[in-house]
């Protein structure tokens, strides 16, 4: 038979229920509405994809098209379009067409800059939270 954990505060678990209400109705009040939380966790769903962050990345202050990027990916044309089209419906990239050629473009800065400030984080003496959050995963 498993030996079953106890819940425990040495564990992170309270031992007993009991609810702080001032505390509660101010934490209630500083949370967003579940549709505005659906919106952001579907952002970082796209996000949630190392070549996705590659593509960001690498379209910093240049334009590339498909066949370009598909080489930085590795991955195939239709690979590289599949991870395109998730970045276009975010509106982090968009692209133009030029004879038989795509080439893609960042149109809004904000999510490069927002990936970098999470790797910055996690690459400055951050290895052993990074290290919990793949654990965690």
């Not at 505005?36 to 996705?52: C, I, M, T, Y």
């Amino acid at each position: 038979m498993a030996k079953r954990k106890t819940q425990s505060a040495m564990n992170g678990v309270c031992e007993e229920r009991r609810v702080d209400h001032k505390a509660l109705k101010r934490a209630k009040s500083l949370v967003s509405p579940a549709e505005s939380l659906n919106v952001a966790a579907d952002a970082f769903k796209v996000l949630g994809h190392p070549a996705r962050l590659k593509v960001l990345e690498a379209l910093d202050g240049q334009e590339l098209c498909v066949c370009d990027l598909s080489e930085i990916l590795g991955l195939s044309m239709s690979g590289t379009s599949q991870q395109l089209r998730e970045l276009r419906r975010l509106g982090a990239i968009n692209y133009r067409a030029s004879g038989k050629f795509a080439y893609y473009r960042l149109v809004d800065k904000f999510w490069l800059e927002f990936v970098r400030a999470v790797l910055k984080r996690l690459n400055s003496g951050r290895a052993t939270q990074a290290e919990g959050i793949m654990q965690a995963i």
